[in-house]
């Protein structure tokens, strides 16, 4: 599996959110260290506070797991 790719296509869904200013990549993927045991790490960083529909829903719509949020 291509994370990186997948985790474009992830970063674009969070962007539609208007109170989105930016998703950075960080982690192995972003320094093509990745493996097979490897996870996406994506900060997201806001405009304003989100609500907790607003953090959830990017990672609903692509079936992800949330391992920790930041609060």
Known sequence: MNLKFLASSI???YIQNPKVDAVLL???V???WSDEFS??????FW???PTEEDRKVSINSV???IIDFHP
Do not use: A, T
């Open 47 to 49: 405009k304003e506070c």
């Open 11 to 13: 970063s674009n869904v």
């Open 26 to 28: 960080g982690g192995s």
């Open 39 to 44: 996870d996406i790490e994506l900060f997201v």
């Open 30 to 32: 972003s320094r093509n």
């Open 63 to 65: 079936n992800g797991r």
